[in-house]
């Protein structure tokens, strides 16, 4: 199993500041990695898939980045809206598996 | 639109069975991969089941052997049996789409808003 690994655990900025959220694998995964969001009491959403690809009407601050076994998820300027816990998911092979989660607080 | 509406979710004593579904309408699940991910409170997240549009599924060694996906075309709904359940099968249940078209089908680009299951004596 592919375990994947967030950090950090939590990230404490403002609005308006850059975030920038590391999701690791224990092996290579290719480019295979996708990000959501998660808001709290709703569903995840899916922000970025194969490491750099936008979803649906996901918004240019967020962008992915990495290969390999490093990724990268950024936020270029956090909007009030974008407060919340990332995960990151790869698809490399089965099982599917997801990272702990990195939550993003106002400070 | 695309919508999931899960249902089934609720208090069970362990070693109990539940059956969730999942109502989706916009597509057709026999379209996508389906899956059941699951999340115990204030923790991530763990695809349990999935099932491929050609009807084969998938389980995680954590539910295998008690839990069963399957789909009713007509009703155009999945369900999650589960039996033999226990303490650590406590999580908020959600169904969710695998992607079509450009997104691979192993990423999740529709999810319901989740069903409770509690396993509590």
């Known amino acids: 199993e592919i375990v994947l690994t967030q950090s950090p655990a939590t990230l404490s900025l403002s609005p308006g500041e850059r975030a920038t959220l590391s999701c690791r694998a224990s092996?290579?995964?290719?480019?295979?990695l996708a990000w959501y969001q998660q808001k709290p009491g709703q569903a995840p959403r899916l922000l970025i898939y194969?490491?750099?690809n936008r979803a649906t009407g996901i918004p240019a601050r967020f962008s992915g980045s990495g290969s390999g076994t490093d990724f990268t998820l950024t936020i270029s300027s956090l909007e009030p809206e974008d407060f919340a816990v990332y995960y990151c998911?790869?698809?490399?092979?089965?099982?599917?598996?997801f990272g702990g989660g990195t939550k993003v607080e106002i400070k | 639109e695309v919508q999931l509406v899960e249902s089934g979710g609720g208090l069970i004593q362990p070693g109990g069975s539940l059956r969730l579904s999942c109502a989706a309408s916009?597509?057709?699940?026999?379209?996508?991969?389906m899956s059941w991910v699951r999340q115990a409170p204030g923790k991530g997240l763990e695809c349990v089941s999935f099932?491929?549009?050609?009807?084969?599924?998938y389980y995680a060694e954590s539910v295998k052997g008690r839990f069963t996906i399957s789909r009713d075309t007509s009703k155009n709904t999945i369900y999650l049996q589960m039996n033999s359940l226990r303490d650590e099968d406590t999580a908020v249940y959600y169904c969710?789409?695998?992607?079509?078209?450009?997104?691979?089908?192993?990423?999740?680009?529709?999810w319901g808003q989740g069903t409770l299951v509690t396993v509590s004596s």
């Open positions: 092996q290579s995964i290719s480019s295979y």
């Open positions: 916009g597509f057709t699940v026999t379209n996508n991969y």
């Open positions: 998911q790869q698809r490399y092979n089965w099982p599917l598996t």
């Open positions: 194969d490491a750099s």
């Open positions: 099932i491929y549009s050609g009807g084969s599924s």
């Open positions: 969710a789409r695998g992607g079509s078209g450009n997104l691979p089908r192993d990423y999740f680009d529709y």
